[in-house]
């Protein structure tokens, strides 16, 4: 997300050779600092959106390891005994299928949020949100 917004102020740290997990975390503050000074309405509708694309990552990631572990086994059942009739060669051919269309949902949600956050973020910082006069002063 970091090429996505345009104020690249919102990721530096007082630390110079800050790691990546660092400027994650000075986003992720500056991120839920402009949620805050939102109307509740539109807070409310980014927050949920928000939510629902880091649980749909959040399932479809572990769908996906599910489906690696499941692939793993097969491999190792069939291998251990010999068996790769036709039955055993369309599971396998259909855990690629499923872990492959999987992927692609969890490699798009993922664009997704990034673009997103980042859009946000870039409108917010351009002054297109109107901000709550109730709201914490920057």
Known sequence: MNGLV????IFETSNQQSSP???YYKME???????????????????ERYAYLLSTIHGLGALLVSLVSSF?????????HHILNGLMLFYILFLIYLGFSVYKGFKYYSENLNHFQANFLNS???GDFKINSDAPKQ
């Open 21 to 23: 997990h660092e400027k």
């Open 72 to 80: 793993v086994a097969v491999l190792i059942i069939a291998w251990s």
């Open 29 to 47: 503050f500056n991120w839920q600092k402009q949620l805050l000074m939102l109307e509740e309405d539109k807070r409310k509708y980014i927050a």
């Open 6 to 9: 345009q104020n690249q102020e």
């Open 124 to 126: 917010f910082l351009a």
